[in-house]
Every structure is written in structure tokens, then in C-alpha cells.
């Protein structure tokens, strides 16, 4: 019996050493770079960004920490093909003559003449509403 638990005792013995040894860096191991921040998780007023740093433990393990915040703003992103992307602040001008604003949470259409026609405002389940031009604002 006392030859059987000694077997047993240098195995777990081997086994812890083996264990230690595998996770212990050099200690003149550098330390990995940070990671750049990036969007984890966006829904229509937030986005998710997280980043990765390293840290060297007193017995030399480098141990890996996140970092993150949250970005909070009205209308940040909108959906497009089922997914929500970042909403950005563009008209484009259209082959037409006429302009779109469609990256965001509401789309408006221009018409080519802003003078002799209507926008047209929807928000994403595209319900339209016409506006005569009475005045434009550009901040």
C-alpha cells in the first residue's frame, strides 16, 4: 500500500510541476501590445467597444485583462441588411440630379430644384412624410 500512494504522490507531484512550468513566461518575455479598441456589440444608441492589455503576474504568468466602455448616442447606428452599422452624416447626389440621405436611422430624399419640389422624410419601416420646403438649416 505505502508503495502504491507513493506512485501516486510522484505522479501528482510531475503533474503539478509540469503544470506551473507550462504557464510560467521567461522573465524577460515581453509583454504582448495592447489591442486597438473595437466594436463588440452596437444596437440603435449604443456601441460596445472593448480592447485587450497584458500584465505580468509576480510569479511571471502574463494574465490578459479587458477593457471596455460604452458609447451612448441617439441614432449611432441604424440597420441595413438585417445588421445594425454605423449611421453616418452624407447626402449623396444621385444620377438623377436629386440627393438621398439614407445612411441613418431616417432617410430623407431631395429633389433636384429644393425650390419646385418636396422632401420626402421616412423613417426604417419607410413611412413617408412629403415636406414643403419652407427653410433649410445646416449646422
Known sequence: MAAFSGGIFIFA?????HAQT????????????P???????????QNVWERTIYEKAPDGTIIPK??????????????????????????????????????GQHQAYFPGDIY??????????????EEPTLGFELR
Open 116 to 129: 419646385n419640389g418636396q422632401i420626402e422624410v421616412g423613417d426604417a419601416g419607410w413611412t413617408a412624410h
Open 66 to 103: 479587458k477593457h471596455s466602455y460604452t458609447e451612448l448616442a441617439s441614432g449611432l447606428n441604424y440597420l441595413k441588411n438585417g445588421q445594425w452599422v454605423e449611421s453616418k452624416e452624407e447626402i449623396d447626389i444621385l444620377p438623377d440630379g436629386t440627393a438621398a440621405a439614407t445612411h
Open 35 to 45: 489591442t486597438h479598441y473595437q466594436v463588440i456589440k452596437r444596437d440603435a444608441s
Open 13 to 17: 507531484l510531475s503533474f503539478t510541476l
Open 22 to 33: 507550462g504557464a510560467i513566461s521567461p522573465p524577460d518575455k515581453p509583454l504582448p501590445q
